[in-house]
């Protein structure tokens, strides 16, 4: 390591940095000498720095984008041969609702969770139960299937409805 007396500019070579105060041998001088910064340090730096910003934009071009989508994927209507009684492990009647959903924009997106309905015959909500889709993520134009048993009791319902639950 190389330091330089401050009032005379005396060099010295040493092997490692002093952790205290040194005396010049040509003029006396006392000083601390500083610590230079590495140009591996600095390069480190800004290279994180670099990487930090780039990381920074490519969030807020993500969620510019998702937020600003006029198109999002798709349920399928529902109808008789998506909807089914079944029996459970316990002989109880269950309704099955399956569907797909399809990606209609030519980006890749996000899916929310799934929110099936249920009505009775004066259209009041008997139950409303949310899903976890089958995928996170749905391509452009693709389509992916769901398949859901409700726990609602199936003799009072009269329709189903189900929608893409959209974060807030």
Known sequence: MKIVCDFCKTEYTLNKRPNMSVKCAVCGHVWTPRVPISQKTLIKFIAALCAFISACIFSFVVIVNFNNSGNK?????????NIHLVSD?????????SGDITNTTNDIYGL???????????DNVLSRQTFIPPATLIEAKTTITFNY???????NVKRLTVELKESK
């Open 149 to 155: 048993m409700l726990s609602v009791n199936p003799t």
């Open 73 to 81: 994927p798709l349920i399928t209507k529902l109808d008789e041969k």
């Open 89 to 97: 492990e316990n002989g109880n009647n269950r309704i099955f609702v």
């Open 112 to 122: 929310p969770n799934i929110v099936v309905i249920s009505y009775d015959d004066k």
